[in-house]
């Protein structure tokens, strides 16, 4: 896989403050059932990176702190990681919101029958990948027969509760653009989703969120592979809006990977932009998190930031303006 790395490190991309710590996002490993042509973590079958539980525990306690309010799951499929349902049940013990970012197709592999189940008794909001409502174009980016599957994903959620009406059991949808380019405005989207999923599948969903590529891991190598990677950074810069920069995910809250080591946002992570500790300058863990003052730390930005300020903005909650 080619490296982005280098095209990316001489930004002139503004400096952010960060506000107080309200958001951990979790990434629980890189093995997945999946190995989709967008994903920025490069995760697949054969990635064997897992959260161990001494990082698990030091996560349960990083909970207790003032103003963390929401523990957000990702992977690769979090599911996978046989801590994955410990975790989600003390974080609930605890008062914490629990987002699982769902993948959909795992919902029918063998061993998770009982998964979504589980998802219900817990009250997880569900953030799951459906980068289209189209069969061909979900297939054409993640893999022949994917469509299918989530499709039916959805309507076991939806017969658990999710994303009904009068239902506390949330389900979002995520878009990604197939190709180089920004997503469509979020809201005519959404109820051009709702209308085709609930016409064609009877299902139904709370919000869908349009996020970027960014051009970062497989994606990025893609990009420079087909001699794109010029001008999608420049539809980025071009497209740069400066409204959303109050609302970037990296504002107010911690990306932390499957070591226990902590980045400002999961594209950070996966180009290893780590922070740094204070004192020493090594790498920031988990473990330093209760002697430091984050607010000391400087947001660490390059070019693949355009991507959360192009158009209407990109977050892992969507659209920002």
């Known amino acids: 896989m080619l490296d982005t790395w280098p095209l990316l490190r001489d930004s002139r991309f503004p400096a952010l403050s960060r506000r107080p710590l309200e958001i951990l996002q979790v990434n629980l ?53 046989p801590l994955f349902r410990e975790l989600v049940v003390e974080a609930r013990q605890r008062g914490v919101k629990v ?27 569900v953030v799951a990948s459906l980068p289209c409502y189209l ?19 959805l309507r076991q959620l939806n017969a658990a509760g999710y994303g009904q009406p009068d239902s506390n059991l949330v389900l979002n949808l995520v878009y ?16 051009d989703y709702k209308q085709r999923l609930y016409d064609d599948h009877g299902i139904r969903f709370n919000r869908l969120f ?14 420079i592979s087909k001699g794109d990677f010029e001008a999608y950074m420049n539809l980025l810069k071009d497209s740069m809006n400066l409204a959303t920069l109050d609302g970037l995910m990296c504002i107010n809250q911690l990306s932390v990977d499957w070591r226990g080591y902590v980045y400002d946002c999961d594209f950070n992570q996966m180009l290893r932009l780590h922070l740094d500790h204070p004192d020493s300058g090594e790498p920031l863990h988990l473990d330093h998190l209760d002697d430091i003052d984050l607010d000391a ?15 209407q903005g990109s977050s892992c909650g969507g659209a920002l303006d």
Do not use: W
């Open 99 to 125: 987002i699982d970012r769902c993948n959909l197709t795992i919902l029918n592999e063998p061993g998770y029958e009982d998964l979504v189940d589980f998802l219900a008794e817990n009250r997880v909001e």
């Open 29 to 81: 490993g890189y093995l997945c059932n999946q190995q989709c042509l967008h994903c920025h973590v490069n995760a697949g079958p054969k990635r064997s990176e897992q959260m161990q539980r001494p990082t698990v525990e030091r996560l349960l306690e990083l909970l207790a702190r003032p103003g963390i309010h929401t523990l957000d799951l990702t992977g690769g499929a979090p599911e996978m990681n």
């Open 210 to 223: 349009t996020i970027t590529n960014m051009p970062i891991a497989r994606f990025g190598s893609m990009l």
């Open 297 to 311: 730390i400087p947001i660490r930005v390059a070019d693949h930031c355009y991507g959360c300020t192009a158009g």
């Open 135 to 153: 069969e061909e174009n979900v297939d054409g980016q993640r893999g022949k027969g994917v469509y299918q599957r989530s499709i039916d994903g």
């Open 176 to 191: 990604n653009p197939t190709g180089p380019y920004l997503p469509p405005g979020q809201q005519q989207l959404e109820a």
